[in-house]
T-cell receptor, first 114, second 109 residues
Framework: DAGITQSPRHKVTETGTPVTLRCHQT?????MYWYRQDPGHGLRLIHY???????DKGEVSDGYSVSRSKTEDFLLTLESATSSQTSVYFC?????????????FGQGTRLTVV | DAKTTQPNSMESNEEEPVHLPCNHS???????IHWYRQLPSQGPEYVIH???SNVNNRMASLAIAEDRKSSTLILHRATLRDAAVYYC??????????FGQGTRLTINP
C-alpha cells in the first residue's frame, strides 16, 4: 500500500469554525490532491499541488485553502466551515501526471459540520 | 472533455468472470483509458490503464475496441472482495482524474 495517511479520520465541527485536514505521504511523490466525495456527485477535485509551495485550484475550491510547505504534507483548510462542506475528503498522490501514471488515494476523512 | 458512459450497476456470481463495459465514443487519440475501483469505506484504488492495446495485470484485463470507442474491464474470477464501484476514466496528458458515477458491482456468493 502507498504510504498515505490522512488525519483526522473522523471529525465533527461546528459551523463557522476553522478546520484543517492533513495528508501525509512517505513516497516522496511530487503531486498531491484533495478530493471530496458526496452522494450524487462522485469525487470532485478541490485543490492540487505540483510541488512545495506550488498549488492550484480544482473544480470545487470555493471555501477551501491549501498549503504545502514540505513534500510530504498537504494541508486542506476550511476557514469557516459550513454545513455544505460535510463530506468525505480524500487525499491522493502521484509521482507524475502524464497519461499512464496512477494515483494512490488515502483512506479518507469523514467531516461533519453541524 | 471526453466523457464515459457506464451502467449504474451490475451483478455477478462469485468465481465467475465479470465484464464491465465503458463507452467513450468521443475519445481522442491521446486519451488514455484508466480504471479505478472504490471498495466500501475506502479511497479509490488504481486497477489498470491502456491506450490502444489490450492490457493485463494481476488484478484485471482491459480490452479496448479497435476503434477505441469502448472498452471492457474483465475480472477473470470474481471474489466477494471485488464488490466495489468501478470507474472508467479518460485521461489526457497532465489532466487531473475526473470521476463519474461509475458502476456498482455486486458479487453474489
Amino acid at each position: 500500500d502507498a504510504g498515505i495517511t490522512q488525519s483526522p479520520r473522523h471529525k465533527v465541527t461546528e459551523t463557522g469554525t476553522p478546520v484543517t485536514l492533513r495528508c501525509h505521504q512517505t513516497e516522496n511523490h511530487r503531486y498531491m490532491y484533495w478530493y471530496r466525495q458526496d452522494p450524487g456527485h462522485g469525487l470532485r477535485l478541490i485543490h492540487y499541488s505540483y510541488g512545495v509551495k506550488d498549488t492550484d485550484k480544482g473544480e470545487v475550491s470555493d471555501g477551501y485553502s491549501v498549503s504545502r510547505s514540505k513534500t510530504e504534507d498537504f494541508l486542506l483548510t476550511l476557514e469557516s466551515a459550513t454545513s455544505s462542506q460535510t463530506s468525505v475528503y480524500f487525499c491522493a498522490i502521484s509521482a507524475r501526471t502524464n497519461e499512464g501514471h496512477e494515483a494512490f488515494f488515502g483512506q479518507g476523512t469523514r467531516l461533519t459540520v453541524v | 472533455d471526453a466523457k464515459t458512459t457506464q451502467p449504474n450497476s451490475m451483478e455477478s456470481n462469485e468465481e465467475e468472470p465479470v465484464h464491465l463495459p465503458c463507452n467513450h465514443s468521443t475519445i481522442s487519440g491521446t486519451d488514455y483509458i484508466h480504471w479505478y475501483r472504490q471498495l466500501p469505506s475506502q479511497g479509490p484504488e488504481y486497477v489498470i490503464h491502456g491506450l490502444t492495446s489490450n492490457v493485463n495485470n494481476r488484478m484485471a484485463s482491459l480490452a479496448i475496441a479497435e476503434d477505441r470507442k469502448s472498452s471492457t474491464l474483465i475480472l477473470h474470477r470474481a471474489t466477494l472482495r471485488d464488490a466495489a464501484v468501478y470507474y472508467c476514466i479518460l485521461k489526457r496528458g497532465a489532466q487531473k482524474l475526473v470521476f463519474g458515477q461509475g458502476t456498482r458491482l455486486t458479487i453474489n456468493p
